[in-house]
């Protein structure tokens, strides 16, 4: 048996736990701009993406902008990148259409069998920074079944502000203690910690590309497993 | 075909219109309350302690008391009844457990395969007054795959507020006109209808007890039905 108190609910990080960004980002971007005779490293241009992704928050969690929902940080992020890439010309609507790359990522292979197991046994939310109508889009898309949608969105603020960890225990009326925090980014896993629920730490060593994501948690967690799989077996589910 | 525009979502009332709050509140009440010697018209129990519904909920909305989710709302209602029955003795455990009887609630018949086909081809989320945990109860009770839970708590305010229906379609991105609102309440209905969303009645002839339910809208709605199964068949799901 877990050394730790089993939960009721199971809080998902989504994107590079669940869903693998990077290749559907470069995906959905080679889509829509090659027609335009784009040519790029698209990887490099989704990391490049991404590498504003804390930055872009981060206005919101300071409190300097108000909060707004993650298309619009992806869109702000975007506008900040193109030049970079020489695409200060792309228009507005392609810009628009560009943000609903991060509406159209697939699940990392295991995640959607692994989640209906663990489903028959817990509650199951994303507690992401991604809002309502993204986190729709990508279940629909991968076959998730969700309890409710949680995070950002009902926080109005982003992780790892205690208050998105927090809000979330609360809206199912259960103690931190009884949530568990999953997710691939030991930040996120030490705030939650922080705040009295348990993790578990899931291992994504290609996020950020080949070799480039964590392999294992840097911080104390309750349970470290290579894949969802891992995490149903070792919880019963 | 039909008349109105065809919607992406359907938002869903859910005491009365998917679930048979009346015979459900008898059942646990008296579950609960007969093996302390007591007897009483669990029926007409069921429908005073709903009987306050309006007044309890009208004190958030009217700002004279904080958004309070509907647990706290049901127990307010619920000691304000108690000395009716002759149950002013109830202590605190008896008091908290009673209340928990609207989260063990049984769908009205035909709920839970319609909703079903209803989501194989759109967003299906309840828009009720009931929060986030008293709606995952209900679901999980009943087999309810919800995309989201909307409504009351998302909004921090109660139906018919139109804040809570337009809270609601922009936590999906959409625009009020695609969504529809789905009831058996002609009131709720009416505040749909004035904030843009499409509208469907349900006839649930008997919520209140036998004959005593609304049987056709009062207002004009889009489309009314005599259960969710003939919504599902209007709406080609």
Same mark, same amino acid.
């Given at each position: +048996?877990?050394?730790?108190?089993?939960?009721?609910?199971?809080?998902?990080?989504?994107?590079?736990?669940?869903?693998?960004?990077?290749?559907?980002?470069?995906?959905?971007?080679?889509? @829509?701009?090659?027609? +335009?005779?784009?040519?790029?490293?698209?990887?490099?241009?989704?990391?490049?993406?991404?590498?504003?992704?804390?930055?872009?928050?981060?206005?919101?969690?300071?409190?300097?902008?108000?909060?707004?929902?993650?298309?619009?940080?992806?869109?702000?992020?975007?506008?900040?990148?193109?030049? =970079?890439?020489?695409?200060?010309?792309?228009?507005?609507?392609?810009?628009?259409?560009?943000?609903? !790359?991060?509406?159209?990522?697939?699940?990392?292979?295991?995640?959607?069998?692994?989640?209906? =197991?663990?489903?028959?046994?817990?509650?199951?939310?994303?507690?992401?920074?991604?809002?309502?109508?993204? @986190?729709?889009?990508?279940?629909?898309?991968?076959?998730?079944?969700?309890?409710?949608?949680?995070?950002?969105?009902?926080?109005?603020?982003?992780?790892?502000?205690? @208050?998105?960890?927090?809000?979330? !225990?609360?809206?199912?009326?259960? !103690?931190? =203690?009884?949530? +568990? +925090?999953?997710?691939?980014?030991?930040?996120?896993?030490?705030?939650?910690?922080?705040?009295?629920?348990?993790?578990?730490?899931?291992? =994504?060593?290609?996020?950020?590309?080949?070799?480039?994501?964590?392999?294992? %948690?840097?911080? %104390?967690?309750?349970?470290?497993?290579?894949?969802?799989?891992?995490?149903?077996?070792?919880?019963?589910?």
């Amino acid at each position: +048996m877990p050394s730790f108190s089993v939960p009721h609910a199971l809080f998902f990080d989504v994107f590079g736990t669940l869903v693998d960004w990077r290749s559907g980002v470069a995906r959905e971007a080679e889509r @829509q701009l090659s027609p +335009m005779g784009i040519k790029l490293d698209w990887g490099s241009f989704a990391e490049a993406w991404r590498g504003q992704y804390e930055t872009g928050m981060e206005e919101v969690r300071a409190g300097r902008l108000p909060y707004a929902n993650l298309d619009i940080i992806h869109r702000r992020n975007l506008d900040r990148i193109l030049a =970079r890439f020489g695409l200060e010309h792309l228009d507005e609507a392609a810009r628009e259409d560009l943000t609903l !790359a991060w509406h159209r990522l697939d699940a990392w292979p295991e995640v959607s069998a692994a989640l209906t =197991r663990l489903r028959a046994k817990f509650l199951v939310a994303p507690v992401s920074n991604g809002h309502t109508a993204l @986190q729709v889009a990508l279940a629909r898309r991968n076959g998730f079944c969700w309890d409710t949608i949680l995070g950002a969105d009902a926080a109005r603020d982003y992780k790892p502000k205690p @208050q998105v960890y927090l809000a979330s !225990a609360e809206a199912l009326a259960l !103690a931190p =203690r009884a949530c +568990m +925090m999953v997710a691939a980014h030991s930040y996120d896993l030490a705030a939650a910690a922080q705040c009295g629920l348990t993790t578990a730490h899931v291992a =994504r060593p290609d996020e950020n590309g080949p070799g480039r994501g964590e392999n294992a %948690p840097s911080v %104390p967690v309750d349970i470290a497993v290579a894949n969802l799989t891992e995490l149903a077996d070792a919880l019963g589910a």
